[in-house]
Structures are given as C-alpha cells and as structure tokens.
C-alpha cells in the first residue's frame, strides 16, 4: 500500500511552489494526466476487493481533489503576479513629449478654391462644373469666338486630333464653356461659379500648360452692371481681406461680354515690399463684363428677357499675390518642404477669410 500522505505531500509542496504556468501544467500531468501518478493508482482499484477498494478509493479521490484544489489556487497566483510585473515593467511615462508626427497640408490651390467658393457661395451663387475635354462650339464659338476670330490666337489652343470644325476636341482654355453649358441645359435665372482646371500651351514663372480658373455667371430680367460692380468690389475685399480696398474697373475687350473690364486692385511696391490696398500702384486680377447678347442667343435664351454679368480669374494668381508665392511652376513641383511652407492646415474650416459684412 503506497503512503498515500506522503503522495498527497509531495505533490501539494510541488504545485504550490511551481514557478510559473509551464511547471504548475507539468505537475497537473504528473499527477492527473492520462499516465499520471495518482491516476495509475486509480488503474489498481478494480483488482481490489470490495472492502479496500472504497478505503482506497477515498483516499485517492481525496488526493485528486485536494491537488486539482492547490493547482487552481496556484494558478491564480501565479495570474495575479504576471499581471504585477507586467505592470511594473510596461509602466507608461506621461510626462514624456508626444512623438512628432508627419500631418497633412491642405495645397494652397485647393485653399484658395475653398476661399472664393465661401465667399460667393454666401452671395448665393452655386458651384458648378464641366469636362476639361472640350468640343470647339462650347470653348470657342458659342462665345462669340468663330473660327477666324483673332481671339484664338491669343488663347495657345492644345487640340486634339480632328478635323479643324465645331466638333473637333480641345483641352479647354477657359472655365467659360461652363457658362454655356449651364445656359444651354437649364432655364433662367442662374447664378453659378464654376471653378477648374484650364490648359494652355504656356510655360514660364508666371504660366503652367495646366493651372485653375474660376467663372462666375449671374443672368436673369433685372441684372446689370451695379450688380457686377457690387459683387466683385466685395469679392475683392472679403478675399484679400483688405477694408476699403481700392479696386477699379478698366475698360477691356472679350468676344464674350460686352461691355468687357479688367479688375484691378490698389497696390504698392516700395522698397521691394509688395502690399496689397495701399498706394498709388494697380494690379489686375480678374476679367469681367455684361454677358454679349449673341451668347445668350448662342444658348436659346431670349436676350430682349434676359440679361446678365461674367467674370473669370485665375487662382494661381490670387493665391500668388495673396500668400508671397513667387513662382507659379512651384505649384506642381509636388515639393514637401514647398507644402509643408505654403500648405494650409486640415483643421482650419475654409472660411469667408475677410466676412462679408465687415
Ligand atoms: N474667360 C476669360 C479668360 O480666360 C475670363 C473671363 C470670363 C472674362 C468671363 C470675362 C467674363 O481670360
């Protein structure tokens, strides 16, 4: 008869001592596995008579019990002071400085397209748009640029492959065939901005063969050049953020308006500092006019009912003179250190920059 005590023992000292999970589940094995100590004891009862095999019996189910018991307890334990010391080791210091971490910057191109869409949405007009792939009838002659018109040759056409006609394709040159492509599908009034992407075949510190345009369109029975006047001389001060900004209208010529003017706002340039809304300097930043009578017809609209302005402007140049950007190529040049400079950051909501109403 095997010292059921000393068994009992042995393996309550063991588990209650074991290190760590690995050593409690060999000694769970050790004594209760398949080929365990106190399992192969267990094997023995069926060859015992009747008497000795419940005494035994007992006896084994007791050391089962009691060892099953000390294993739970140990494992606790040993849980609890893994738990301790990876607390004690994975300690968090919060006081330390925060990592710095790479942030977008919002380009200044997309900036400025945010600014002049708040400022005119809040004049009520609404943001439309068109394909860059024009067809000649909607970039040139529902303008009132037909073939021969020697405002083509100012305009550095990119054509695509075609026969020379109204259907042959051009990468537009303008944000202008949106006008008609809005008048054409829709029924007055209209009062829409559309900004985008034009091309022109041009390259140097002041032009890119791909750069930004935005139109304006307001037409309906009432509209005329107070309106123009009222909703550019506002534009210009709420975006350059300037009170009382000088700004002027200078007679010009487009096949599309008519009469036709060139904005320009008061500048100075002294002592090689550029500012914008002081001095005796003129700068021009945009084009503009009461949309000529032919382009309405052009686009069914009956201009004895009808009547209206345009404007056009490029944002390249509003954002060069608004934030000191120097060259114009440098938009593109996908330069971080650039971005990182002139970028904007995500967190500041596009804004009406100079309000409105001041
Ligand atoms: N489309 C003209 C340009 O690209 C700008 C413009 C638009 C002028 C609308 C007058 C009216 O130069």
Redesign the pocket.
Known sequence: MPDFDALREEFITAVTNAADSRELEFLRIEALGKKGKVTELMKGLGTMDPDERKSVGLSLNSIKSDITTAIEKRKIALAKGELQTRLLEEKVDVTLPIRPEQTGRIHPISQTIDEVVAILGEMGLQVVEGPDIEDDWHNFTALNIPPDHPARQEHDTFYLPGEADSERMVLR????PV?IRTMQHGTPPFRIIAPGR?YRCDYDATHSPMFH?V??LVIDQGTHMGHLKGCLIEFCRAFFDVDNLPVRFRPSY?P??EP?AEVDIGCTREGGQFRIGHGEEWLEI????MVNPKVLENCGIASSEYQGF????GIERLAMLKYGIPDLRTFYETDLRWLKHYGFSALDVPSLVGGLNR
């Open positions: 040159t303008h944000t202008s006008q034009t345009q139109e304006g487009f599309f308006t036709s945009l084009g503009c006019g345009a404007f056009g402007m």
